[in-house]
């Protein structure tokens, strides 16, 4: 007889290997190669000329303000710029490009060897941007539920696009999120994307394999396709891991593939196989002349590259002597960090400007959608409330409740507390005969607090604030009750 020994199954420890292609939308007013618009939402190819219709006989002629914003944009991510660079044709057949190529660039893109730094842990992580290039958008294919066929509408055809491909640097699906955020608060800062995911002006495409732990050579990527917030970035990524560890766990193969992310299964749906540049037959595009690029024009955009998220951060954090989480959040959007230093020029007291900027104005523009750009309150509006109850003119607890009224009203803070009567009492005679009154209505817990109950002055003071309607100012109040009481 042969005695069988069951072994335990080991399974493989992984590690995940991450790059992310992206595609900022550029913010010009015309197209990348012809002058048509580039307006989001209207109607079905409104926005469309013979150029970036395809048509025989056409000629493209490249964008300048694409350009400038490409530049200023590979500045900031520490790229170097091509002096001499030059675009391609990426040919693919697909029916939202009616070319049946895309107008790219390849061998000479104008960004190179940049990188950013992203948050890791306690610590900073570089990754690395392999090139930055421009090209054009393709058109938008319209499924519609209830037809026989689809449609395909070319607005978008000819858009500007600043394509953005980092090294396989990053490590977990929470890197790829915080390089991604990081990113679009750059180009937004930038004022040369405007970041909306919603729409597809910041689209992204993580790149993913994973590897025995400690092994050198990458394993096969998958594309990731069909992603629009950072939420289901992490969440395609996570599941991507998983699936991938179960097939070479299995004895299986990774295929290398594009796969979109399904919302509502929540998993990742093979797409089609992924192609190698070699599939695209790209080569030089013979409608444009290589685009060369003067070394004095190209540094005199470095001057025009504000100040960038990390670096404000960091200036607000030892200049304003916040919280370095309350520096992140405020500087995340270049309008609220504006908003932020008007208001603080106006009150100096920085953290509490801080907690209003990012509490009661936040959640308002978060409620009705609206731009910081466009808020109803305006610095000096929220200044005002704020310098209110600094002169205890309103109690803090009041200035919260009114502050949607501001907000939605349009009216001033003055103009509210003077109309509901909210006028805090700092009068000591008025607040006298109130805790007179109130002593003689609780001579029990006026004995217990003679007796060393310290905590009954609480009770008292919260008698005071109720018999006053709560317009009584706190401090005055706990003042003149020990006063009263004799602690």
């Not at 594009?258 to 929540?266: E, S, V």
């Not at 990742?268 to 004095?296: G, I, N, Q």
């Not at 919280?323 to 208001?343: N, Q, R």
């Not at 100096?348 to 750009?373: A, F, I, Y």
């Amino acid at each position: 007889m042969i005695a069988c020994v069951a072994r335990k199954k080991v399974e493989m420890i992984y590690e995940v290997v991450v790059g992310v292609e992206v595609h900022a939308q550029l913010r010009t007013r015309s197209k990348m190669f012809c002058g048509c618009g580039t307006t989001f939402g209207l109607s079905a190819n409104s926005q469309t000329c013979p150029v970036c219709l395809g048509l025989p006989g056409t000629l493209p002629v490249i964008n300048k303000a694409a350009v400038e914003m490409a530049v200023r944009a590979g500045l900031a991510l520490n790229c170097t710029i091509g002096a001499n660079n030059r675009f391609a044709r990426k040919n693919y057949f697909y029916p939202d490009s009616p070319k049946g190529y895309q107008i790219s660039q390849y061998e000479s893109p104008i960004c190179e060897h940049g990188w950013i730094e992203i948050a890791v842990g306690d610590g900073k992580k570089r990754v690395r941007i392999r090139r930055a290039h421009l090209e054009e958008d393709a058109g938008k294919n319209v499924h519609e539920t209830g037809t026989s066929g689809s449609r395909v509408d070319l607005n978008r055809a000819g858009t500007p696009l600043l394509e953005i491909v980092t090294e396989p640097d990053m490590r977990s699906a929470d890197e790829v999120v915080a390089y991604l955020k990081g990113l679009r608060d750059i180009l937004m800062y930038l004022e040369v994307c405007d970041g909306n995911m919603d729409e597809g002006s910041f689209r992204c495409e993580p790149n993913l394999s994973i590897r025995p732990l400690g092994q050198k050579e990458f394993g096969t990527k998958v594309e990731l396709k069909n992603i629009n917030s950072f939420k289901f970035v992490k969440d395609a990524i996570e599941y991507e891991i998983k699936r991938q560890t179960k097939v070479l766990n299995e004895g299986g193969k990774i295929q290398q593939e594009t796969r979109l992310w399904n919302l509502d299964r929540g998993e990742t749906a093979v797409m089609r196989s992924k192609e190698e540049a070699h599939d695209y037959r790209y080569f030089p595009d013979p409608d444009l002349v290589p685009l060369k690029l003067d070394k004095d024009w190209i540094e005199g955009f470095r001057g025009t590259v504000p100040e960038l998220p990390a670096e404000r951060a960091a200036r607000f954090a030892t200049e304003y002597k916040l919280p370095e989480y309350d520096a992140g959040v405020l500087t995340a959007s270049k309008g609220i960090a504006d908003y932020f230093e008007s208001c603080v020029k106006l009150f100096n007291q920085p953290k509490t400007v801080s907690n209003w900027v990012m509490g009661e104005l936040t959640r308002e523009l978060n409620n009705s959608g609206t731009d910081v750009s466009a808020s109803p309150v305006s610095p000096e509006r929220l200044v005002s409330l704020l310098q209110m109850v600094d002169k205890g003119t309103v109690s803090l607890k009041v200035a919260r409740e009114i502050f949607p009224e501001i907000y939605a009203s349009g009216k001033t803070p003055e103009q509210i507390v003077q109309e509901k009567g909210l006028t805090q009492v700092s009068d000591e005679g008025a607040l006298e005969k109130i805790i007179d009154e109130v002593l003689a209505k609780n001579p029990v817990q006026v004995a217990q607090f003679k007796e060393g109950k310290q905590q009954v002055l609480g009770f008292l003071v919260g008698q005071v604030m109720k018999a006053s309607g709560g317009k009584a100012n706190p401090g005055k109040v706990n003042e003149l009750l020990k006063k009263k009481l004799g602690a």
